[in-house]
């Protein structure tokens, strides 16, 4: 297993990170632990999960993922200091949290108690928020004017991250959380966050993790390379665009069990005739290399310049070995360009 720097923080993490949105689900406790140990036993140092999983999130279940990750800290203790645990704080939204409140510096602090709480630990690692406060381009809102960045109040919006990056200070001196990061963010709000970080002498975000992957690569160039040069580690999630890149749904196919048999929250949004199209292609590119299409897309994300970690997710210990191999691989030149040339046919298919 290879490691990256966690940005500017002094972690190393490997290039997998292991994605728990699915236990307290469609995973049992029983199941959850064998994916922690399998993945422990691959090299893999870095679990990521949320406040609000699994998914899709609901009232009934939210905090689930993270007591059954708690539980095996609990009959795991001496392994807590082998692992890089990130959790995350809900945007606002959801009626079951915060009353689908805001994030503000008193959230954060009785977030990560609760967190704490559930986890059975000390510590979290890395602790990000799920996604701004603000509106922001992301869960197919990405087309042009899908939303409006002119009637955003910028000073309110600069103000509510200082509450939290204040707080997000008072977790750190107390010793509940060592690092902080983004999930769901833009350039513009790295930036501010990095800016008002330097101004107030307040903690630095250390990542930033969206959406990423052959359907739907919208970060590069423009806020990878501004990551890069800021020393913000990019952790793709769904990297398999919510299983759609295995190939399993295509044609409106919906095997039995899989997370598209469960209602979604944004709804199938990636599941358009131009994203089944394109997967064709990277099937047919897959099977010439002689590796699955979910391999393909995997190590296409992990082969891309800035990324840190890359966020997987499976229901069975065969997805996640299956997975995990993926980034053992090397793609020769003639399957980079393959996949290259169909990058250009579908540059956003959903």
Same mark, same amino acid.
């Given at each position: 297993?290879?490691?990256?720097k966690?940005g500017?923080? *002094?972690?190393d993490v490997? %290039?997998?990170?292991?994605g728990?949105?699915t236990?307290?689900? $469609?995973?049992?406790?029983q199941?959850?632990n064998?994916?922690? +140990?399998f993945?422990l036993?691959k ?7 949320a406040?609000? #999983?699994?998914v899709p999130?609901?009232?009934?279940k939210?905090?689930d993922?993270?007591r059954?990750?708690? *539980?095996?800290?609990n009959? *795991? &203790? $001496? ?10 704080i809900?945007?606002?939204?959801l009626?079951y949290?915060?009353d ?6 008193e959230?954060?602090?009785k977030?990560?108690d609760?967190s704490?709480?559930? =986890?059975q630990t000390?510590?979290i ?5 799920h996604w701004p406060?603000?509106?922001s381009?992301?869960f197919? %809102?990405?087309?042009p004017n899908?939303?409006?960045?002119t009637?955003? +109040? %910028?000073k309110q919006?600069?103000? !509510?991250?200082l509450?939290?990056l ?6 750190i001196d107390?010793?509940?959380i /060592? ?6 963010d833009t350039?513009w709000g790295?930036n501010e #966050?990095? &800016?008002l970080s +330097?101004?107030?002498?307040l903690p630095?975000?250390?990542s930033?993790q *969206?959406e990423?992957?052959? =359907?739907h690569n919208?970060d590069?160039p423009?806020?990878i !390379?501004?990551?890069?040069h800021e020393d913000i580690?990019f952790?793709?999630?769904?990297p ?6 295995s190939?399993?749904?295509l044609n409106?196919?919906?095997p039995?069990?899989? /997370?598209?048999?469960?209602s979604q929250r944004n709804?199938l949004f990636r599941?358009?005739?131009q994203? +089944?199209?394109?997967?064709?292609? #990277? ?5 010439q290399?002689g590796?699955?299409t979910a391999?393909l897309?995997?190590k ?6 800035g990324?840190?970690s890359?966020?997987i997710?499976a229901?069975?210990l065969?997805q996640l070995?299956?997975?995990i ?5 090397v793609?020769s030149?003639?399957?980079?360009d ?7 046919? #579908?540059?956003a298919?959903?």
């Open positions: 297993m290879k490691f990256s966690l500017s923080s *002094n972690i490997s %290039r997998v990170c292991l728990s949105m236990w307290g689900l $469609q995973n049992s406790q199941e959850a064998q994916q922690i +140990d993945a036993s090299g893999i140092n870095f679990i990521d999960t406040e609000l #999983y699994p999130p609901s009232g009934e939210h905090g993922t993270e059954h990750i708690g *539980n095996w800290i009959t *795991n &203790k $001496q392994k807590r200091n082998d692992i890089v645990l990130a959790s995350k809900a945007g606002p939204g009626p949290i915060r689908g409140g805001k994030i503000t510096g959230a954060v602090i977030s990560v609760a704490l709480k559930r =986890l000390d510590y690692d890395l602790y990000q928020l406060n603000r509106t381009p992301h197919s %809102r990405h087309s899908d939303i409006n960045f009637n955003v +109040d %910028r919006e600069s103000a !509510e991250m509450e939290i204040q707080a997000l200070k008072l977790c107390a010793g509940k /060592r690092h902080c990061g983004l999930s769901d350039t790295i #966050y990095l &800016k +330097d101004k107030h002498s630095k975000m250390v930033i *969206n990423f992957n052959l =359907l919208k590069w423009y806020l !390379e501004n990551c890069v580690a952790l793709p999630w769904s398999l665009a919510g299983g759609m890149l190939g399993k749904y409106g196919a919906r039995e069990g899989s /997370r598209w048999t469960i709804g599941a358009t005739e994203s +089944d199209l394109a997967i064709k292609e #990277y099937e047919k590119i897959a099977k290399a590796i699955t391999q897309a995997l296409w994300c992990d082969n891309v310049d990324v840190t890359t966020i997710g229901t069975s065969a070995e299956e997975n191999n993926a980034f053992d691989l793609l030149p003639e399957t980079i393959a996949v290259s040339k169909v990058l250009k046919l #579908y540059p298919p959903f």
